[in-house]
């Protein structure tokens, strides 16, 4: 040590460190009594789920009765499959198109040229309304280019 300087213990460390020594012994304990109890209720609901579930009984089974009643019965088997036709037929049509109409039920005999469907023909019908009308401007159109070729004021190239 440096001559001169007196080294003076300072007051109250050993009582600081008995005090902290209580407390942190405190808080240990503290922590070992909170871990103790978490396992112990750990331990106390298992055991109590399992003696609730270990006494519990079934449910009683529901009983239904009907009066029986004399009726006829008709032995069948029910079953799932394909049936073929022995003599049938696959319908196709000559032009696409919407089906409007069928004009047969199934299993129903039919004749040889019967009309079996009726396709939509609203938008050929239109057509043909437009082409009639058409028809008839182009008939006026070379009536005329005619009569003034008659004349002699038309030109071939109209014709």
Known sequence: MCPGIDVLPVAGSRGQSVKRFFIITGI???LAVVCAGVVGF???RDNA???FFATMKPPAATVSTVVAKPASWTPGVEA???VNAVRGVDLTVETA???KDILF???QKV????VLLQLDDAVEKADLVAQKAQAASDQAALTRAL???RRGVGTDATL
């Open 111 to 114: 004749t040889a040229d019967a």
């Open 42 to 44: 750990n331990l106390f």
């Open 105 to 107: 039920h199934a299993n």
């Open 147 to 149: 009569e003034l070729q």
């Open 49 to 51: 789920i399992k003696q």
């Open 28 to 30: 240990l304990l503290l």
């Open 80 to 82: 799932i499959g394909t």
């Open 97 to 99: 198109g919407i089906v």
